[in-house]
């Protein structure tokens, strides 16, 4: 069975390789296509390409339809009819440039003939800077060498190395530049003197370098140090031992060191070291790296290569330098402040060692209170001291070897004064990571300042913990900064300058960012209130992630609901305090829709949300409803006092105007009483009006209605008639001089209902002052009237007798005491006032009427 499979395996790869041979010979069955000069041209030579049919093997009746097309790179670049053809190809390029010719016959597809594949390319180069090594005593020898410009050709290298007593070393290889020659130069010989040549060949031609001598130094290298220890004496970096292991015949060792991430060497020979050599300038608890190179010789051969790198930390030591302070206040109340003492850290050569806590001394400078002492690992401390008092304090570093001088500074009020403070700060943005800060000296105490101090912190608003602060300290001299530590873009930073003294400080601050670009949302309205008739509007910070910047304003837009107008806005200054601003202009009982935005440098945010409002006025309206209720308790009490009350009548009836005035009718001068006039045929003598009325019982109400004309009763003087005694009965009537009336309506009177002809008589009696009454000429033969039925001056007789024409007084008027009425009004009145008062007189309300019934 086994040897069944064998015979069936050996028949299997005869069959293969017959098939491959068979294809082989197949590929050109039809003709053959030849290349003249050769294969392999140079550059720039024609080649000329030939096609040719076997024979009966072009198609099958005649010849003349035998179609050859030949193909260059895939391209169609001849076509002959006929047996065979040649043609010549110019301009090819470097490298390998494949042809094919295909028949083609009518009705059938296209059948390759054959092809050829052309070569072109260069002479190969002499070969120059070549080289050989031999790493170590024992390695082989290596060489290198440049082969020049490439010859897009085969090309093959031999390398020679003939040394004393004509020995030969040769090896090759194909397009290569360096060749390993599989053998060691041995070491008895180290002046022998060594020559090495290099020759490259390809089909176009061959070069050769010149002979290149060597000695064996100058090829055998030592192998690099290795086995490399450091060790620090009495753990002090005053004394560092080094030690490696290297060739037995290496005479100069060369070492080089330097701190971690420094970009400098430094460098150290060392002669016959044999493996040992000792440092004493290496720095405190700082990381060296080390590297250690050899040579077989003083003068002659190479270096080694660098061995690997040795990195290793120096010891620590006691720490150098002082730290940079500086601090902070805040008051609490009326007898305590907060004191924040921040410091940096300090560098590596300062530190010389692992800090592992700070000291902090507070004490006040008096003396009179105990002195705080107080650790901590962190760079900063707060604590909390009177506001009375000056004080001091001090920090100082410390490590596993000791503490550093302490730095010592006392506590002032950084912006006390005010004569100290600088002015005309600015601050603009360099590139993304720094800002220039520059500001003007105190104008009257420039020559008080020792330093100033550069302080910012990035502004978030509420956050806790507070961001990082950064200082820095400035020179008297300099008026601005460059400030980049913790600066990043899209943030705005709170920046202070401080310009101190020996113990009073003045600052000036500003806003600031590397960067900026509009905000990315607006601010969010949290509460609408009202108060006062005022709207109080609160609202939310914008994240500071999405400020991208310092924020200078913020704006509150307002319109009214489904208004389609543009907006009103108030722009407010921004302060990272202040979170409610008051709007004033808008109206009560109007539905209004409010937002926000926020403004950078760069631009305006979008809105904020939305809100809606409604003023309702409510404090106005209770203004007025208190404000109302007091003034009619206070009108009241005033008329519930009839003294008052009767000034106030007589002050407005003063001060009432002419059109809103209203006459009041006199009975004495009625249209009634002239109407009647035949009433007077029928009074009774003088003697029957004087008899007693009856007095069992008092007299029905007589009912009176106002005749409204409007009279214009004018008055030259006032004057006051002189009565007789009660018992002589005496009347004078007024004279024309005294009284003028003029009717200017032609209303009608109104009903004046009578129930008794007495009244009539009384009526006569009251109206027989007329306007055609003399003195010479008296009315009535009366001659006594009861003074309990006279008529009273007041609201009978008018006022306004300064509006009479002028008029002779009579006689009797003259030796009457001139009495002038005083008008309160600014207007022209035409109403009743009361005459002025002549002694005793009679009023309505003291006024009885009767009748009686004529016998």
Same mark, same amino acid.
């Given at each position: 069975?086994?040897?069944?499979?064998?015979?069936?395996?050996?028949?299997?790869?005869?069959?293969?390789?017959w098939?491959?041979?068979?294809?082989?010979?197949?590929?050109?069955?039809?003709?053959?296509?030849?290349?003249k000069?050769?294969?392999?041209?140079?550059?720039?030579s024609?080649?000329?390409?030939?096609?040719?049919?076997?024979?009966?093997?072009?198609?099958?009746?005649y010849?003349?339809?035998?179609?050859?097309?030949?193909?260059?790179?895939?391209?169609?670049?001849?076509?002959?009819?006929?047996?065979?053809?040649?043609?010549?190809?110019?301009?090819?390029?470097?490298?390998?440039?494949?042809?094919?010719?295909?028949?083609?016959?009518?009705?059938?597809?296209?059948?390759?003939?054959?092809?050829?594949?052309?070569?072109?390319?260069?002479?190969?180069?002499?070969?120059?800077?070549?080289?050989?090594?031999?790493?170590?005593?024992?390695?082989?020898?290596?060489?290198?060498w440049?082969?020049?410009?490439?010859?897009?050709?085969?090309?093959?290298?031999?390398?020679?190395?003939?040394g004393?007593?004509?020995?030969? *070393?040769?090896?090759?290889?194909?397009?290569?530049?360096?060749?390993?020659?599989?053998?060691?130069?041995?070491?008895?010989?180290?002046?022998?003197?060594?020559?090495?040549?290099?020759?490259?060949?390809?089909?176009?031609?061959?070069?050769?370098?010149?002979?290149?001598?060597?000695?064996?130094?100058?090829?055998?290298?030592?192998?690099?140090? *290795?086995?490399?220890?450091?060790?620090?004496?009495?753990?002090?970096?005053?004394?560092?031992?080094?030690?490696?292991?290297?060739?037995?015949?290496?005479?100069?060792?060369?070492?080089?060191?330097?701190?971690?991430?420094?970009?400098?060497?430094?460098?150290?020979?060392?002669?016959?070291?044999?493996?040992?050599?000792?440092?004493?300038?290496?720095?405190p608890?700082?990381?060296?790296?080390f590297?250690i190179?050899?040579?077989?010789?003083?003068y002659?051969?190479?270096?080694?290569?660098?061995?690997?790198?040795?990195?290793?930390?120096?010891?620590?030591?006691?720490?150098?330098?002082?730290?940079?302070?500086?601090?902070m206040?805040?008051?609490?109340?009326?007898?305590?402040?907060?004191?924040?003492?921040?410091?940096?850290?300090?560098s590596?050569?300062?530190?010389?060692?692992?800090?592992?806590?700070?000291?902090?001394?507070?004490?006040?400078?008096?003396?009179?209170?105990?002195?705080?002492?107080?650790?901590?690992?962190?760079?900063?401390?707060?604590?909390?001291?009177?506001?009375?008092?000056?004080?001091?304090?001090?920090?100082?570093?410390?490590?596993?070897?000791?503490?550093?001088?302490?730095?010592?500074?006392?506590?002032?009020?950084?912006?006390?004064?005010?004569?100290?403070?600088?002015?005309?700060?600015?601050?603009?943005?360099?590139?993304?990571?720094?800002?220039?800060?520059?500001?003007?000296?105190?104008?009257?105490?420039?020559?008080?300042?020792?330093?100033?101090?550069?302080?910012?912190?990035?502004?978030?608003?509420?956050?806790?913990?507070?961001?990082?602060?950064? *200082?820095?300290?400035?020179?008297?001299?300099?008026l601005?900064?460059?400030?980049?530590?913790?600066?990043?873009?899209?943030?705005?930073?709170?920046?202070?300058?401080?310009?101190?003294?020996?113990?009073?400080?003045?600052?000036?601050?500003?806003?600031?960012?590397?960067?900026?670009?509009?905000?990315?949302?607006?601010?969010?309205?949290?509460?609408?209130?009202?108060?006062?008739?005022?709207?109080?509007?609160?609202?939310?910070?914008?994240?500071?992630?999405?400020?991208?910047?310092?924020?200078l304003?913020?704006?509150?837009?307002?319109?009214?609901?489904?208004?389609?107008?543009?907006?009103?806005?108030?722009?407010?200054?921004?302060?990272?305090?202040?979170?409610?601003?008051?709007?004033?202009?808008?109206?009560?009982?109007?539905?209004?829709?409010?937002?926000?935005?926020?403004?950078?440098?760069?631009?305006?945010?979008?809105?904020?949300?939305?809100?809606?409002?409604?003023?309702?006025?409510?404090?106005?309206?209770?203004?007025?409803?208190?404000?109302?209720?007091?003034?009619?308790?206070?009108?009241?009490?005033?008329?519930?006092?009839?003294?008052?009350?009767?000034?106030?009548?007589?002050?407005?009836?003063?001060?009432?105007?002419?059109?809103?005035?209203?006459?009041?009718?006199?009975p004495?001068?009625?249209? *009634?009483?002239?109407?009647?006039?035949?009433?007077?045929?029928?009074?009774?003598?003088?003697?029957?009006?004087?008899?007693?009325?009856?007095?069992?019982?008092?007299?029905?109400?007589?009912?009176?209605?106002?005749?409204?004309?409007?009279?214009?009763?004018?008055f030259?003087?006032?004057?006051?008639?002189?009565?007789?005694e009660?018992?002589?009965?005496?009347?004078?009537?007024?004279?024309?001089?005294d009284?003028?009336?003029?009717?200017?309506?032609?209303?009608?009177?109104?009903?004046?209902?009578?129930?008794?002809?007495?009244?009539?008589?009384l009526?006569?009696?009251?109206?027989?002052?007329?306007p055609?009454?003399?003195?010479?000429?008296?009315?009535?033969?009366?001659?006594?009237?009861?003074?309990?039925?006279?008529?009273?001056?007041?609201?009978?007789?008018?006022?306004?007798?300064?509006?009479?024409?002028?008029?002779?007084?009579?006689?009797?008027?003259?030796?009457?005491?001139?009495?002038?009425?005083i008008?309160?009004?600014?207007?022209v009145?035409?109403?009743?006032?009361?005459?002025?008062?002549?002694?005793?007189?009679?009023?309505?309300?003291?006024?009885?009427?009767?009748?009686?019934?004529?016998?």
């Open positions: 069975m086994a040897h069944a499979i064998r015979e069936c395996s050996l028949a299997l790869t005869f069959l293969t390789l098939l491959l041979v068979k294809a082989n010979i197949d590929v050109c069955k039809r003709g053959q296509v030849t290349a000069p050769s294969h392999v041209v140079p550059l720039g024609p080649v000329i390409i030939s096609c040719s049919l076997k024979p009966r093997q072009g198609c099958l009746y010849s003349t339809l035998n179609k050859l097309i030949l193909y260059k790179s895939g391209q169609e670049v001849s076509v002959h009819h006929g047996q065979s053809f040649s043609f010549q190809a110019t301009d090819l390029p470097l490298g390998k440039t494949v042809f094919v010719c295909k028949l083609a016959c009518i009705r059938s597809d296209e059948s390759q003939v054959c092809g050829v594949e052309i070569s072109v390319g260069v002479v190969p180069e002499q070969p120059r800077s070549l080289s050989c090594i031999q790493k170590g005593e024992h390695g082989n020898v290596t060489c290198t440049d082969p020049g410009r490439n010859t897009c050709l085969s090309t093959n290298y031999t390398f020679q190395l003939t004393p007593k004509n020995t030969t *070393w040769k090896n090759h290889c194909h397009n290569c530049d360096h060749l390993d020659l599989g053998t060691s130069l041995k070491p008895e010989l180290p002046e022998s003197r060594f020559l090495a040549k290099v020759t490259g060949t390809n089909g176009l031609g061959s070069a050769s370098s010149s002979p290149f001598p060597y000695t064996f130094l100058d090829i055998v290298r030592p192998l690099p140090p *290795w086995d490399i220890r450091i060790n620090f004496l009495n753990a002090s970096v005053s004394r560092c031992t080094l030690r490696w292991e290297d060739e037995e015949r290496v005479m100069l060792n060369r070492l080089r060191y330097r701190p971690r991430n420094s970009e400098f060497w430094n460098m150290v020979n060392v002669t016959n070291a044999k493996g040992r050599h000792d440092l004493q300038d290496l720095r608890f700082t990381e060296y790296e590297q190179s050899s040579k077989l010789h003083l002659k051969g190479s270096w080694s290569d660098w061995s690997e790198s040795v990195k290793i930390q120096t010891p620590e030591e006691e720490p150098t330098g002082t730290l940079d302070v500086w601090y206040k805040q008051n609490i109340d009326s007898e305590r402040q907060r004191l924040s003492l921040f410091w940096k850290n300090l590596t050569s300062e530190a010389r060692g692992n800090i592992l806590y700070y000291q902090v001394t507070l004490q006040e400078m008096t003396g009179r209170r105990t002195a705080l002492q107080n650790s901590t690992e962190r760079t900063s401390w707060t604590w909390v001291i009177p506001r009375t008092g000056t004080w001091a304090a001090t920090v100082s570093a410390a490590n596993s070897k000791g503490s550093s001088l302490p730095t010592r500074i006392t506590i002032v009020h950084l912006c006390g004064t005010g004569l100290l403070a600088p002015h005309q700060i600015s601050a603009n943005s360099e590139n993304m990571d720094n800002i220039v800060v520059a500001w003007q000296p105190p104008e009257k105490a420039a020559s008080a300042v020792w330093e100033y101090v550069v302080e910012w912190r990035a502004l978030h608003p509420g956050s806790f913990p507070q961001p990082p602060l950064s *200082w820095l300290r400035i020179p008297p001299y300099n601005s900064a460059q400030i980049s530590a913790n600066i990043k873009p899209y943030t705005c930073y709170e920046i202070h300058v401080h310009a101190l003294s020996e113990s009073q400080g003045g600052c000036i601050s500003i806003l600031g960012d590397s960067k900026h670009k509009a905000p990315l949302s607006g601010p969010h309205i949290s509460n609408i209130t009202e108060e006062k008739g005022s709207l109080f509007i609160s609202w939310n910070h914008i994240p500071v992630q999405e400020q991208m910047g310092c924020i304003h913020y704006r509150i837009y307002w319109k009214e609901r489904d208004s389609s107008s543009q907006p009103e806005l108030c722009e407010i200054p921004y302060r990272s305090s202040q979170s409610s601003h008051p709007i004033n202009s808008l109206q009560p009982g109007v539905t209004y829709v409010l937002w926000m935005t926020a403004l950078t440098a760069a631009g305006e945010s979008p809105q904020g949300n939305e809100r809606e409002f409604c003023l309702q006025g409510k404090a106005n309206w209770k203004a007025f409803v208190a404000s109302s209720i007091c003034i009619a308790i206070i009108t009241v009490g005033i008329f519930s006092v009839r003294y008052f009350r009767q000034k106030v009548f007589a002050l407005f009836s003063t001060l009432r105007p002419q059109w809103c005035g209203r006459e009041i009718p006199d004495a001068n009625s249209t *009634w009483a002239k109407k009647y006039s035949i009433v007077e045929k029928m009074l009774l003598p003088m003697d029957s009006l004087l008899m007693a009325w009856p007095a069992p019982e008092e007299p029905e109400p007589l009912i009176i209605n106002e005749v409204f004309y409007q009279m214009i009763p004018v030259r003087h006032p004057h006051c008639p002189r009565w007789p009660r018992e002589q009965g005496v009347h004078h009537s007024s004279s024309k001089e009284t003028v009336y003029t009717s200017s309506s032609s209303q009608p009177s109104r009903t004046l209902t009578v129930e008794t002809r007495q009244l009539v008589d009526y006569k009696v009251l109206g027989n002052r007329v055609d009454s003399k003195l010479d000429n008296p009315i009535s033969p009366l001659t006594a009237i009861p003074v309990d039925y006279l008529p009273s001056h007041e609201g009978y007789l008018p006022s306004n007798i300064d509006d009479l024409p002028p008029q002779e007084n009579s006689p009797t008027d003259s030796l009457e005491p001139q009495h002038q009425h008008s309160l009004s600014v207007f009145s035409s109403s009743l006032h009361p005459l002025t008062s002549c002694g005793e007189r009679l009023t309505l309300d003291q006024l009885k009427m009767g009748c009686v019934t004529p016998s």
